[in-house]
Nanobody, 130 residues
Framework: VQLQASGGGLVQAGGSLRLSCAAS????????MGWFRQAPGKEREFVAA????????YYADSVKGRFTISRDNAKNTVYLQMNSLKPEDTAVYYC????????????????????????WGQGTQVTVSS
């Protein structure tokens, strides 16, 4: 499985960006997808995740109401729409995939853990200027 993240860039505070993560390999609809970010000098942290069908989404408190995760299984792509960006959103953003065969959606506690995911993409830099 290969994950390719794109869409990062430089934006002013209050602006918007949309990140994309395209997956190749196994059937995309079998993955739970997540976004994480890592700011300079900080640990990588959970941002958002989405269940296989998209029926369930999960967000970190810091981005809730500003970011929206979505997916298009026909295009093998997951998106992260980021609105009302703040300087503290500046980070390298990573997408991740978890092969999930269960009929139930995963627990919220699980999708927040980096170690839960099976595959990672390279990061894309997001810089928000004040």
């Amino acid at each position: 499985v290969q994950l390719q993240a794109s869409g990062g860039g430089l934006v002013q505070a209050g602006g918007s960006l949309r990140l994309s993560c395209a997956a190749s390999g196994r059937t995309f609809s079998s993955y739970v997808m997540g976004w994480f970010r890592q700011a300079p000098g900080k640990e990588r942290e959970f941002v958002a995740a989405i269940s296989r069908s998209g029926v369930r989404t999960y967000y970190a408190d810091s981005v809730k109401g500003r970011f929206t995760i979505s997916r298009d299984n026909a295009k093998n792509t997951v998106y992260l729409q980021m609105n009302s960006l703040k300087p503290e959103d500046t980070a390298v953003y990573y997408c991740a995939a978890k092969v999930w065969s269960e009929s139930i959606v995963p627990y919220a506690d699980s999708v927040r853990l980096q170690g839960w995911y099976d595959y990672w993409g390279q990061g894309t830099q997001v810089t928000v200027s004040s």
